[in-house]
């Protein structure tokens, strides 16, 4: 185990690569998902308002 | 064609996507096991690299995905100034953010892997530079598209500027054959056949196919709400908003 997280002495490189590659594409994942509640929200509190202007 | 038609639709493109995302999903994340144990744990030692050359298992596909994302891109552009289709519109611009990622994440593991084998972080050679510029590209597209405040005229913007930009990708995919560079020339062809250990060669085509997929998925995503965005005063994004629709 320690010898596979050691990658021949290449792990610094190796392993920033692949925990760029998971945090990035993470990235990709959470922000539409924000994006759409603030979104939505943002809608659905226009609503509110011109029902209660009416 | 009526698929087509209905896709065309952006309110059937937020329904249709909306059943295709968990689907996308999980063949991604599938295929990313899938890849990252065979190219972590199944495939060998590269004679020459060591260790290191796994970076290409991440590398590669993410350098292939900003070329085809790029690509895609271009595409729409040309549909959208063709036939103002908007849907078009909305496919561009939902995908320069994932495309700007994969590209930085194809330059930084390609320094990560350039730095232990070729002893520097970066060179100014043509395959670097090129990849660069397609970068630079896709974050000229989102600030283009950020600063035009009508969406109809920004998308027709960002769509000359996606046409134009297009004759990077043949600049990129031939820049070692045509410039003396430091960078390895292509191992994976289509055509020819490639130079590569079959344990090597799967795992790098399975990622691929799992980053195809991601992307599939995160475009979705993002086109959803650039729907829900632009359609924001349509009755069917209002009873979605006031939780009567999903």
Do not use: C
Request: proline fraction near 3%; hydrophobic fraction near 55%.
């Amino acid at each position: 185990m320690s010898e596979f997280l050691h990658m021949g002495g290449y792990a610094f490189y190796v392993w920033t690569s692949y925990g760029l590659a998971f945090v990035l594409m993470l990235a990709l994942f959470v922000s539409p998902m924000i994006e759409k509640k603030r979104l939505i929200a943002g809608i659905a509190r226009k609503l509110r308002r011109e029902r209660r202007e009416k | 064609m009526r698929f087509y038609h209905r896709l065309a639709s952006p309110r059937h493109f937020y329904q249709i996507a909306g059943q295709w995302i968990p689907w996308l999903g999980a063949i991604s994340l599938i295929l990313l096991a899938w890849g990252l144990y065979e190219g972590l744990l199944v495939a060998p030692t590269d004679y020459q690299q060591g260790e290191s050359y796994r970076i290409i298992f991440i590398h590669v596909p993410a350098a292939w995905m900003s070329m085809f994302i790029y690509l895609i891109m271009a595409i729409a552009g040309a549909i959208n100034l063709v036939w103002r289709m908007k849907m078009a519109e909305v496919v561009l611009v939902s995908s320069a953010p994932i495309g700007a990622v994969f590209a930085f994440l194809a330059l930084v593991t390609g320094s990560l892997w350039g730095k232990p084998m070729w002893g520097t972080w970066w060179v100014w050679d043509a395959r670097l530079t090129s990849e660069l510029f397609l970068l630079f590209l896709y974050l000229g597209i989102i600030a283009l598209h950020g600063a035009i405040e009508d969406k109809r005229t920004a998308g027709r913007a960002v769509s000359i500027l996606a046409l134009v930009g297009v004759i990077n990708l043949p600049i990129i995919h031939f820049s070692v054959e045509w410039w003396n560079t430091l960078h390895q020339g292509s191992t994976v062809s289509v055509m020819g056949g490639s130079k590569m250990d079959s344990r090597m060669l799967r795992p790098l085509l399975i990622m691929s196919f799992a980053f195809k997929f991601y992307y599939g998925m995160i475009l979705f995503m993002r086109a959803r709400n650039e729907v829900l965005d632009r359609e924001r005063n349509t009755s069917w994004v209002r009873q979605i908003a006031e939780g009567k629709a999903s």
